[in-house]
């Protein structure tokens, strides 16, 4: 398994990005807010979600432009 560097390729970026988003989407009906449980930890797992997904996108689109050549 190569660990190295694993969003060279602008591929596994996108898939890790639409998976972050994925689970970004899902999280408001897997993590119900309790007592236990307050909203605003439900809210900073939700936003770091989807900020990991925003940024895997963009440097996925990053990176297919530079592969393409003009």
Do not use: E
């Amino acid at each position: 398994m190569h660990l190295r560097n694993p969003l060279k390729d602008a591929t596994t970026a996108m898939r890790a990005g639409m998976s972050a988003l994925i689970l970004a989407s899902l999280t408001r009906w897997f993590l119900r807010p309790s007592t236990r449980l307050g909203p605003d930890v439900v809210d900073a797992a939700m936003g770091l979600l989807y900020g990991v997904a925003i940024g895997c996108l963009l440097l996925s689109v990053a990176l297919n432009r530079r592969a393409r050549p003009r």
